[in-house]
Each structure stands twice: as C-alpha cells, then as structure tokens.
C-alpha cells in the first residue's frame, strides 16, 4: 500500500490493473467504462490518466470514494436490482467499451461461505457485461480460484471471442485471486 501512495495510486489494485492492461492493450480514447467494486478508485484512476480524461467511467461500490475527472460515481450494493437499474439509467443505452470488476464479498475466512460469494458477484458482472456491452468489447473480472471457477471461464467463453486468465505479479504468490480477461464481446 506504501508503494502504491507514493507512486500516486490510491491502492494496489492499480498495479494490478496497470499488468492486466499493458498485456492486453484494451484501453482507446473515448471509451466508455463500468467499474464495478470500485472503491477506493485505483482501476477509474488508471483508466483516466492513461486516456488523458478522454473515457466516460461509470464507478461503483458501496462505499464512498473520492471524486475523480471522468467519473461519474454511484454508490449503492450492486447485489440489489436498484442498483443495476441505476447504472443502466445513467447509460441511457449507450453501449459500453470495457466493463472490469474487481469486485469482492466481505471475507469471512470461511471459504465454503466465501468462493460462492465471490462467483456470485462475478456471475452478476458477467451478466451486466452480456447487457451493456458493444460488439467487441471487454470484460476483465477478478475471480477466486475454487470451486465454480472453471465453469464461469467456460460460460464466458460462449460470448467472448478470446478468454485468458491473468494472474498480475503485483497479486500476493499465496492469494488464490486471478483475474479473467475476455476479449471481442460477440452479440
């Protein structure tokens, strides 16, 4: 975390992110962008100053986070229909370039409560991903290894033209967090 203030980042997620993208070369000007478990803001702030403010960024949580240029923040449980609706207002049916989550259920240390958390919050992006994205889009989403894991990649396949799964060196070697990165949205 010190590293990351220091280098201007509000967390490690944006070492993470900066991995993912610089594989994967995702990013354009004038993009639109869903950022979904976004507090403290690290993936929006990336996105911003790579596209010198040129994106449009539509970041969730349920938390509060710091204004940041470009973003258009809206807090709310993204687990309760309200919130979606919300964020498909705010749209008003413009499509979307990038939807990335880097959403996470509150851990408990019980990985038999936890892993189903956490797939649900991923199964919920993906669907929100199938909703809103343009043809050809991206969807980067963080997932847990563990049970469920291998179907999700599997049924994100049947939309994306090419599925790869990262894990970012800026990850802890011992966390089982790895993040999906599916590319080319086909309608």
Not at 118 to 124: D, P, R, T, V
Not at 131 to 136: E, I, M, S, T
Not at 140 to 169: D, H, M, Q, W, Y
Request: with cysteine; proline share 4%.
């Amino acid at each position: 975390m010190l590293q990351a203030r220091q280098e201007g980042w509000r967390s490690r997620a944006g070492f993470k992110f900066e991995q993912i993208v610089k594989k994967e070369q995702i990013l354009k000007a004038n993009m639109t962008c869903i950022d979904l478990g976004a507090a403290p803001g690290s993936w929006s702030q990336y996105v911003s100053l790579m596209l010198k403010e040129r994106c449009r960024i539509i970041a969730l949580d349920i938390l509060p986070m710091d204004i940041l240029p470009s973003v258009k923040q809206i807090q709310g449980d993204f687990t309760e229909d309200h919130t979606l609706q919300l964020i498909l207002s705010t749209l008003d049916n413009s499509p979307v370039d990038l939807v990335m989550s880097d959403m996470s259920p509150n851990i408990s240390g019980n990985k038999a409560i936890d892993q189903p958390r956490s797939m649900h919050l991923a199964e919920l992006a993906l669907d929100l991903a199938n909703k809103v994205l343009r043809r050809r889009g991206n969807f980067i989403c963080k997932l847990f290894e563990g049970r469920g894991t291998k179907a999700f990649i599997t049924e994100s396949r049947k939309n994306f033209e090419r599925v790869k799964v990262i894990k970012p060196k800026a990850s802890r070697p011992d966390s089982s967090e790895i993040y999906l990165v599916a590319r080319n949205y086909q309608l």
